[in-house]
C-alpha cells in the first residue's frame, strides 16, 4: 500500500495546470517537496489508523493544503496539534514549506 500512496503523490506532482492556477506537489519550486512529503507522512499515518470517513476538498484552501500540503490543515495545526490528536507536529516528521 505505501508504493500507491507514492505513487498517488508522485502523479499529483505531476498534474499540468493553468498558468492561473498552482499545484503545490508539483517540481516547479524546490519547497514542494516538503509539500510532497507531508502529505506522504499524513497519507501513511491514515493508512495505519484506518479510518471509516474521508472527506474530499474541491480546492486546496489559500491558508491550509496549499501551504502544507495536508489537506484541511493550517501551518498552526500541523506545527502545534490539538489536544487529544497525535498525528501532527514536528515530532512526526512534518514541516513548514519556505
Do not use: D, W
Not at 1 to 20: D, G, H, Q, R, Y
Not at 23 to 51: A, C, G, T, V
Not at 58 to 81: D, I, K, Q, W
Request: hydrophobic letters at 40%; proline letters at 4%.
Amino acid at each position: 500500500m505505501i508504493k500507491n500512496i507514492e505513487t498517488f503523490v508522485e502523479e499529483l506532482a505531476l498534474i499540468e495546470t493553468m498558468p492561473n492556477v498552482y499545484n503545490q506537489y508539483s517540481y516547479e519550486q524546490e519547497e514542494n517537496f516538503i509539500r510532497r512529503e507531508n502529505l506522504m507522512i499524513y497519507l501513511k499515518q491514515m493508512y495505519k489508523l484506518k479510518p471509516k470517513i474521508i472527506l474530499v476538498g474541491e480546492a486546496p484552501g489559500y491558508r491550509g493544503c496549499r501551504l502544507t500540503g495536508v489537506p484541511f490543515t493550517s501551518e498552526h495545526l500541523l506545527m502545534n496539534n490539538i489536544s487529544g490528536l497525535e498525528i501532527f507536529g514536528r515530532e512526526n516528521g512534518y514541516r513548514l514549506a519556505l
